[in-house]
């Protein structure tokens, strides 16, 4: 049994459900999300409530069964509030400016990094050293955020780098000379 896809999904108030065969609609406050499911699996709204069910025990049907169940909370949180995720900028001249929708990220390159804001994506830019990317599909959010953490890795002996906020980069020590 799936404990994931059992579970049903509640619809907050503001939020709308619709369900047109295997295509699934998602109306809120933050904007509309859609997204086409599996044909094995079948879902339906209920008394305010989203149910998942699937057809039968097999193997691709269960990893199914929570997968649909865990997009569609997705796309209802999403529409209600949206997603965000922060990076860190650290490093001596590495920071950040907001340009409009896009991002002017210098890292030490001999070029300032311009990254374009795509539809649905926002960036806020709190202090030279932080980006928050916002949005309201929370695979899309993540994507950005690993696009723009890719211009500059972190680096494992000084610490320079883009990351993740709540990413802990693990050290190395340096060389040492011989004795």
Known sequence: MSRIGN?????????????????VTVKGPKGTLEKDINPIIT??????????????????????????????????????????????????????????????????????VIYKAPQGISFDVPNPNSIIVKGIDKELVGQIAAEIR???????????GIKYADEV???????TGKK
């Open 43 to 112: 879902v339906s709204v209920e008394e305010g409530k989203v149910i998942v069910k699937r057809p039968n025990d097999e193997e691709n049907a269960k990893s199914l069964h929570g997968l649909t169940r865990t997009l569609i909370n997705n796309m209802v949180i999403g529409v209600k509030d949206e997603f965000k995720k922060e990076l860190e900028i650290n490093g001596v001249g590495y920071r950040v400016q907001k340009q409009g929708n896009d991002l002017n990220l210098t890292l030490g390159y001999s070029h300032p």
């Open 150 to 160: 890719t211009k500059r890795l972190p680096e494992v002996y000084r610490g320079k």
């Open 7 to 23: 579970s049903p999904i509640a619809i907050p108030e503001g939020v709308e459900v619709n369900i047109q065969g295997n295509h």
């Open 169 to 175: 980069i693990r050290r190395k020590e340096g060389k």
